[in-house]
């Protein structure tokens, strides 16, 4: 199948949504012919660079859409990158070009209970997930965030716990993420995961989901949305790196 032919987007607003992570409203005459029903799919944020050299490429979730209008959200890192700069200096009228939708990844509501487990950058996917999941469902949510004032508000289940871990140094520190959802009581019954975070955080979950706990293929989504000290396109080599390695060595 083609590629989507990428679309000029206009801002048409902005919004701090949080100390780190800022909103940014993207609509005008190019989302006409936006696909529907892509909450949660992945869009290619283009940033052109000097000369002749390709555009920079950046990947982000549709965090919330309307007819004439997407949400994208941003984490901002200590270490801005040229996204999440631009989300910062974005004004009503600016341009960009985005690529995609691309496929969605979405948690397997066919199951005894649930896992859903991320940073900054997964929330938007996170909430879109949450959305799906039955109204009896029971499980945990774990949310990485810099600190305490980044927490917002989630639509779940009753019977989901939320579980907030404060870490301004995410993929580094062994109180962070993957450590907060080793020490989770481990529930009876198939269970359905959802995860995605930084690359070494991704690592380990992903080790201890498929061969310390056994969780299905068929029910286990685990994938790294960056890594630390790395630019996108590093990041995508070791991604692809890594993926031949767990692919050489199934649980």
Same mark, same amino acid.
């Given at each position: ?10 801002? /048409? ?17 190019? /989302? ?37 209008? /997407? ?41 005894d ?13 996170i ?15 774990? /949310? ?41 009581p481990?529930?009876?019954?198939q ?30 989504y ?26 050489g060595n199934?649980?």
């Amino acid at each position: 199948m083609p590629r989507p032919t990428p679309r000029t987007l206009e801002v /048409i607003d902005t919004e701090q949504l949080t100390p780190h992570m800022r909103r940014v409203t993207l609509g005008g005459s190019g /989302i006409d012919d936006f696909p529907t029903d892509q909450e949660s799919a992945y869009i290619k944020l283009m940033f052109p660079r000097p000369g002749q050299a390709p555009p920079l490429m950046r990947t982000y979730t549709v965090s919330r859409q309307r007819r004439d209008a /997407i949400d994208v959200d941003f984490a901002l890192h200590e270490a801005a990158g040229p996204a999440s700069r631009w989300a910062v200096e974005a004004r009503p009228g600016d341009r960009i070009l985005v690529g995609g939708p691309g496929p969605k990844k979405l948690i397997n509501t066919a199951a005894d209970w649930y896992l859903l487990a991320g940073d900054m950058t997964a929330l938007p996917a996170i909430a879109v997930n949450l959305q799906l999941l039955p109204d009896n469902a029971r499980g945990y949510v774990v /949310i990485e965030v810099v600190d305490a004032e980044d927490q917002r508000p989630l639509v779940a289940p009753q019977g989901m716990e939320v579980i907030w871990v404060s870490n301004p140094a995410a993929g580094s520190e062994e109180t962070g993420l993957a450590q907060r959802v080793r020490n989770l009581p481990w529930l009876a019954g198939q269970a359905a995961v959802w995860a995605a975070c930084e690359f070494q955080d991704m690592r380990e979950l992903r080790r201890y989901l498929k061969q310390e706990r056994g969780v299905a293929k068929s029910h286990l989504y685990v994938s790294s949305y960056w890594k630390r000290g790395s630019t996108e396109d590093q990041h995508k080599v070791a991604k692809q790196a890594d993926a031949r390695e767990d692919e050489g060595n199934p649980a």
